[in-house]
Nanobody
Framework: QVQLVESGGGLVQAGGSARLSCAAS????????MGWFRQAPGKEREFVAA????????NYGDTVKGRFTISRDNARNTMYLQMNSLKPKETAVYYC?????????????????WGQGTQVTVSS
């Protein structure tokens, strides 16, 4: 079982940037598709972005297209999420997830491994 640990969250001003990391224990390169989801208080978990095994294909939620960039470094077993032009409504706990079948779907049910999440708070 792969273990995922997110980092990089914190307090950011509206319009600012943050970079999240997801470190995976165990080998994930060339095997798992990876994704980022977020959940705000009282709301359902929302798809943010996903990336294929090799990193050559990506998938973004409509609300973050053009502002967020997902990437991965398989040699380091780490995935990243660069977030720019952040908005207060994007305050949430951000989770990374892994799909053992290598997919990069926007649907949470395809991801079997999840991190504990990292809080991102965007102040106005």
């Amino acid at each position: 079982q792969v273990q995922l640990v997110e980092s990089g969250g914190g307090l950011v001003q509206a319009g600012g940037s943050a970079r999240l990391s997801c470190a995976a224990s165990g080998r994930i390169s060339s095997t798992y598709g990876m994704g980022w989801f977020r959940q705000a208080p009282g709301k359902e978990r929302e798809f943010v972005a996903a990336i294929s095994r090799s990193g050559g294909n990506t998938n973004y939620g409509d609300t973050v297209k053009g502002r967020f960039t997902i990437s991965r470094d398989n040699a380091r077993n780490t995935m990243y999420l660069q977030m720019n032009s952040l908005k207060p409504k994007e305050t949430a706990v951000y989770y990374c997830a892994a799909d053992r079948k290598g997919g990069y779907s926007h649907l949470a049910r395809f991801y079997g491994d999840w991190g504990q999440g990292t809080q991102v708070t965007v102040s106005s």
